[in-house]
């Protein structure tokens, strides 16, 4: 099953522009727009089993005891960014399981933080099931910690748990549950998730002034910025205009230009 959404992919067409001064405004980076994540694997399509899901990916015999996992993490700046780090090599029906209890604050991840970054998931939040349907749906049962976030943070919340579960290749969206309740909207400001979320709805969605949305798509551009040494992307999700004078890669340039 594709992913869905409108992305410009490196190594098919790539578009490369000097931004002056992105975030940081600092220095000129050079901006390319890339989809990841570049390395996605399968987990198997297996029933859950009491609370945990049976999934494997392709090299867990990694001889090192590690494996290099996407977290999406929320930066200094306060937006939804992805971190690759190392974790342990999970046993075979966890992992899955493993990526969102690293996304927990005060859990496992504490020590592998880079500077600038947290964690999302509220404190003591546990992941109480996971069932990967065939139709790429991932269901995720979260203790009720998990409505311990700030109202604020919902969409980031949402956003992070979703494409961090969808770096797995035949993973397509994410339900959520609490308790075992499904949930419909978002437990702490009411975000609607109707039967399921995914990369189409956008991450670090910006509107950037479009006049009519039912005529304009969305495009996820990702911004270099950096905090001390660490240098990474910012994926942003923004509105394009086209339109009978401007094409729609002519309105993507523009709103590189014009920055986040």
């Known amino acids: 099953m594709q992913k869905r959404g409108i992305f410009l992919i490196a190594g098919t067409v790539t578009m490369s522009i000097i931004l002056s001064g992105c975030f940081q405004g600092e220095q000129s980076l050079e901006e390319e ?28 015999d990694n001889v090192s005891g590690t494996i290099a996992r996407d977290l999406y993490l929320i930066d200094a700046n306060g ?9 342990p090599t999970p046993e075979s029906n966890k992992v899955a399981t493993q990526v969102l209890e690293y996304l927990v604050k005060g859990g496992p991840i504490s020590q592998l933080l880079p500077n600038g970054f947290q964690a999302v998931l509220p404190e003591g939040t546990e992941v109480l099931g996971i069932n990967l349907q065939e139709d790429g749906t991932m269901v995720v049962n979260f203790s009720k910690e998990f409505a311990n976030y700030e109202a604020k943070d919902e969409t980031k919340v949402l956003e992070a748990v979703t494409y961090t579960l969808t770096q797995f290749e035949n993973v397509e969206e994410v339900q959520l549950q609490m308790d075992g309740m499904a949930l419909k909207e978002m437990p702490v400001n009411g975000t609607p998730i109707g039967e399921g979320y995914s990369r189409e709805n956008g991450i670090n969605v910006s509107d950037t002034g479009v006049s009519d949305f039912m005529q ?11 905090h001390d040494e660490n240098r990474y992307y910012i994926p942003v999700t923004q509105y394009v205009e086209p339109s009978e004078e401007v094409d729609e890669f002519s309105a ?3 709103n590189l230009l014009k920055g986040p």
């Open 33 to 60: 727009m890339i989809d990841p994540p570049q390395n996605a694997e399968p987990v198997d399509n297996l029933e859950d089993s009491d609370a945990k899901a049976n999934e494997q990916s392709e090299d867990e």
């Open 79 to 87: 937006m939804v960014a992805s971190q690759t780090l190392e974790l």
């Open 216 to 226: 304009s798509k969305t495009v996820t551009m990702y911004y270099p910025t950096e």
């Open 252 to 254: 993507i340039v523009k």
